[in-house]
């Protein structure tokens, strides 16, 4: 069964640092998305993209953030300058529709910033 | 206000018995889809169900089931026969187009099945 994937599982960076996390969507998906998951928190929407640019963003995605589809099966987050506010788990995931369908979650990735 | 409202932080169910996780969910748009996840202890988010605004039935899967409640705009989740594997956080989630087709989760419910 296809499946979200995202690398690397834990990512431990130092305050300032930038870094890039990265999803391989389901392969005939063209919907992809961002979240994140404070500790012990909700999900919170960072970002959708369709058709190679932003469709959507929330107010957490600010100028620190930014998303990229590089080539065909790569999306990745990338965080400029982390803060010690970033530390959460973000969840990449994708889906077939922008409407209703479900989303496929990968497993996350848990970043950690010192 | 809160998109998507789930009161429980806790529950208990015994083993091989029912639960009912309660959400209840704010919008003003006519069109929108909620959502049941659920997160285990290892963190990645299974789907598990999903209600349509328009579905004149309630969506079932498996041992899932959504109680839609749409005048009460609430879209509690029930779980048939408890076992020790749904021990887990449950998150409801609302798709909204109005919203920009953005996902707006809840606080989650923690589950935890007694044998």
């Known amino acids: 069964e296809p499946e979200v994937t995202q690398t690397p599982s834990h990512q431990v960076t130092q305050m300032g640092q930038e870094v890039i996390l990265r999803c391989v969507p389901i392969?005939?998906?063209?919907?992809f998305y961002w979240y994140r998951q404070i500790l012990g928190q909700k999900v919170e929407f960072l970002v959708s993209f369709y058709n190679n640019e932003i469709s959507e963003k929330s107010e957490i995605f600010d100028d620190q953030f930014s998303v990229e589809r590089p080539d065909g099966s790569n999306f990745t987050l990338k965080i400029r300058s982390t803060k010690l506010e970033d530390s959460a788990m973000y969840f990449c995931?994708?889906?077939?529709?922008?409407?209703?369908?479900?989303?496929?979650f990968g497993p996350g990735t848990r970043l950690t910033v010192l | 206000a809160q998109k998507i409202t789930q009161t429980q932080p806790g529950m208990f169910v015994q083993e091989k018995e029912a639960v009912t996780l309660d959400c209840t969910y704010d919008?003003?748009?006519?069109?929108?889809?909620l959502f049941w996840y659920k997160q285990p202890s290892s963190g990645e988010m299974i789907f598990l169900i999903y209600?349509?605004?328009?579905?004149?039935q309630n969506a079932t899967e498996g041992r899932y089931s959504l109680n839609f409640q749409k005048a009460r705009k609430s879209a509690n989740l029930v779980i048939s026969a408890s076992q020790l594997g749904d021990s887990a956080m449950y998150f409801c989630?609302?798709?909204?187009?109005?919203?920009?087709?953005?996902?707006?989760f809840g606080t989650g419910t923690s589950l935890t099945v007694i044998p």
């Open positions: 209600q349509g605004s328009y579905d004149q």
């Open positions: 392969s005939n998906h063209l919907y």
């Open positions: 995931a994708s889906g077939t529709s922008g409407s209703y369908n479900e989303q496929f």
């Open positions: 919008t003003s748009d006519p069109s929108y889809g």
């Open positions: 989630a609302m798709r909204e187009p109005a919203g920009g087709n953005q996902f707006y």
